[in-house]
Structure formats: structure tokens, C-alpha cells
């Protein structure tokens, strides 16, 4: 199992980055995807997460409105569009893999010893 994360770089407060996050070696349109962030110095940080269907999504307060999640079942790829990006957002981001659909109303997408597979990171920097 192998999930690789893309697209991150430098960017201008107020710019827009499109991470995207390729799985192969495992039945990709049955997993609940996620991406979190860690700063240096500071915990890993939900982000957003989307059920294997699409259909459900959810996202932290701090990126709503900001920050899309979407994905390709037919491509193995999960996306995170980020919009209007501030210095705060500079972090790795990390996408994650879990099997089947969190129990909804449970917030377990939102922690991160949830998940089953991780990716290794790509790094996003948003200059002021």
C-alpha cells in the first residue's frame, strides 16, 4: 500500500496550491481519505476528510471555506484545494487512508491514529 503526496511549494499569502494524493496497491474507492498538517514544533493537525463514496466531507474550522477536498475514484487520487493561503498554513501536509467510512457523528476522521496508511508528506510554504 502506498499513498504519494504532490503539489506542495512555495506560494504567496492570498495564493492557491492543489495537493493531490495518488494510492495504489490496495481498493482505493473503499477508503475514507484524509489530510492533516504538522508545523514544526506543533502537533498534527486535521485538515479534511472525504468517505469513499465523495459523498460526505469534512473539514477544520480553521481551513472551511478555504480549503476543498475532493477525489477520482477512477484516478486513486484524493485532492486538497487550497485557496486564499495564509503564513499559518505553512506545514507538511500528509494524506491518509482508512478502510471503509467513519461511523458518522463520530469525529474519528479527525484523528489521526484512525487511519490505517499514511502518506510521506509534501511540504507547503505560504510567504507573507
Known amino acids: 500500500v502506498q499513498l504519494q503526496a504532490s503539489g506542495g511549494g512555495l506560494v504567496q499569502a492570498g495564493g492557491s496550491l492543489r495537493l493531490s494524493c495518488a494510492g495504489s496497491g490496495r481498493i482505493f474507492d473503499r477508503d475514507s481519505m484524509g489530510w492533516f498538517r504538522q508545523a514544526p514544533g506543533k502537533e498534527r493537525e486535521f485538515i479534511a476528510a472525504i468517505s469513499w463514496s465523495g459523498g460526505t466531507k469534512y473539514s477544520a474550522a480553521s481551513v472551511m471555506g478555504r480549503f476543498t477536498i475532493a477525489r477520482d475514484n477512477a484516478k486513486n487520487t484524493v485532492y486538497l484545494q487550497m485557496n486564499s493561503l495564509k503564513p499559518e498554513d505553512t506545514a507538511v501536509y500528509y494524506c491518509?487512508?482508512?478502510?471503509?467510512?467513519?461511523?458518522?457523528?463520530?469525529?474519528?476522521?479527525?484523528?489521526?491514529?484512525?487511519?490505517?496508511?499514511w502518506g510521506q508528506g509534501t511540504q507547503v510554504t505560504v510567504s507573507s
Open positions: 491518509a487512508a482508512k478502510s471503509g467510512n467513519f461511523a458518522l457523528g463520530s469525529m474519528m476522521y479527525s484523528r489521526d491514529d484512525a487511519y490505517d496508511y
